[in-house]
C-alpha cells in the first residue's frame, strides 16, 4: 500500500447515528463545512432513515442498512454533484437521520369544557383527557411542512401542536359518534377508534402517521356528577317507606339518644308522607264522577232452515218479526235457556209477537 492510498485512507469516515433519548425525532449529523469524503461507510440501522441535502434540495433518501458512499450508490447525489466519472474527490452534503419509531404516551387533553348535546341530559360540558401515538411515514413532507432546516428536532416542538390539533377537532367528532355520556365509559375503545379515523388525514399532511388515539377519561363538571350521585342513590334507596323503617331500626340497634330521635322523626316523616298519598288517593277517587256500567244486551239466536244463526240483538229480533222471518213456532236461544224453545214460549217475544196478531172480529 503507497503513502498516497494510506492518507486517502485516514480520511474515510464511518457516519451512524444511535440514539440515547426517547424524543429525537430527526438528527443532523455535524461534520466540518459538512464534508463526507468519498468512499465513506453510511450505517443506517433499523426504524431510522438517512436523508442527504444538497445545497437545500433533498438528494437521496437511503432505508435501514450499510452504504459506501460513492457515485454509484448515490445517483441523485452524483447527478447534483456533478461529478466525472472516477472523480473521487470529497463532497458537501448534509446527513439528516429520521427517527421512523412510534412515539408513545403523548398526552392529549381539554384546557376548557367541550359542550355537546347529549340525547338525555341535553347541552352538557365534558371534559376528556387521553394518550396518542405517532410517528414519520413521509421524510419529504415533514422537512418541507414541519422541520425546515432544524438540526435536533424533538417530539416536543410538535406535541402542541398535535395535541391542539386533537382536541380541537374532539368536540365535533364525538357529537358526529351519537353516544350518550353515561354510555361514553363503556365505549372508551370504539370513541378512540373513531378520533384516530377522523383526525388521522390531517396529521398525514404534515408526513406524520396518527397510529393511535386513547381515551382514558371523560369527566362532568363536579355540580353534574353530583346531581348524577343523588339521582343513582334515590334509585338505590327504592321504597322509601322501608328505607326510614331500615334507617329507624339502625339507629334503635345502636342505643343513641340522638339515633332515636332521629327515629322517631323518620317514623313522623313517613307517616306524614302515607297520609299524604292516601288523601291523594282519596280525593282522586271522590272526584271522579260515577259512570254506570253500560247495559247487557241479551244475545239471541235464531233457527232458520235447520241452521243457527246470530247472535242477534233485542232489535235485530224485533225487525225480524216485523218483517215474517221469525214467526211463533220459530225456535230460539239465548244465554240461560235450558235448550231451544219456540218463541211463543218465551216471555221476552211472546209480547212482540202478539201485538203483531189482530184481535178477533166481534
Known amino acids: 500500500m503507497g503513502l498516497w492510498d494510506k492518507l486517502m485512507g485516514e480520511f474515510v469516515d464511518v457516519i451512524a447515528w444511535t440514539d440515547d433519548s426517547n424524543d429525537t425525532m430527526v438528527y443532523r449529523f455535524e461534520r466540518h463545512g459538512n ?9 443506517v440501522r433499523e426504524s431510522q432513515v438517512a436523508v442527504f441535502v444538497n445545497e437545500g434540495q433533498i438528494a437521496d433518501v437511503l432505508g435501514p442498512g450499510m452504504y459506501v458512499l460513492e457515485t454509484s450508490n448515490l445517483p441523485v447525489l452524483s447527478t447534483l454533484q456533478h461529478w466525472d466519472h472516477g472523480f473521487q474527490s470529497p463532497f458537501k452534503a448534509e446527513v439528516y437521520f429520521f427517527n421512523m419509531r412510534q412515539f408513545v404516551n403523548l398526552k392529549w387533553g381539554t384546557r376548557n369544557p367541550v359542550t355537546l348535546r347529549d340525547p338525555e341530559f341535553g347541552p352538557v360540558r365534558l371534559r376528556a383527557f387521553g394518550t396518542y401515538a405517532c410517528r414519520i411515514h413521509d421524510v419529504r413532507k415533514f422537512i418541507n411542512e414541519i422541520m425546515g432546516t432544524d438540526g435536533h428536532f424533538t417530539v416536543q416542538e410538535i406535541s402542541d401542536q398535535l395535541r391542539n390539533l386533537i382536541v380541537s377537532r374532539f368536540s365535533t367528532i364525538v357529537a358526529q359518534a351519537g353516544i350518550p355520556v353515561l354510555d361514553m365509559a363503556g365505549n372508551y375503545e370504539q370513541l378512540g377508534e373513531f378520533v384516530t379515523r377522523k383526525i388521522a388525514p390531517e396529521f398525514s399532511e404534515y408526513g406524520i402517521e396518527l397510529t393511535k388515539v386513547l381515551v ?31 334507617q329507624a331500626a339502625e339507629s334503635l340497634g ?17 307517616n306524614r308522607m302515607a297520609g299524604s298519598l292516601n288523601t291523594a288517593d282519596s280525593t282522586t277517587a271522590a272526584a271522579a264522577p260515577a259512570t254506570p ?32 222471518r221469525l214467526g211463533g213456532q220459530t225456535l230460539v236461544w239465548k244465554s240461560g235457556m ?21 184481535p178477533p172480529l166481534p
Open 254 to 270: 345502636r342505643g343513641d339518644g340522638n339515633n332515636a330521635m332521629d327515629m322517631g322523626m323518620g317514623f313522623a316523616m313517613a
Open 293 to 324: 256500567p253500560p247495559l247487557q244486551q241479551a244475545s239471541w239466536y235464531v233457527a232458520e232452515n235447520n241452521q243457527s244463526t246470530g247472535p242477534h240483538s233485542m232489535e235485530q229480533v224485533r225487525t225480524m218479526i216485523l218483517s215474517g
Open 35 to 43: 464534508e463526507i469524503k468519498y468512499g465513506a461507510k453510511l450505517t
Open 216 to 246: 382514558e377519561n371523560i369527566s362532568l363538571p363536579p355540580e353534574v356528577e353530583a346531581a348524577l350521585d343523588k339521582r343513582t342513590s334515590m334509585g338505590m334507596i327504592g321504597n322509601l317507606d322501608r328505607y326510614l323503617q331500615y
Open 338 to 358: 235450558d235448550n231451544w224453545k219456540p218463541a211463543a214460549d218465551v216471555v221476552e217475544l211472546s209480547g212482540l209477537l202478539g201485538s203483531q196478531t189482530p
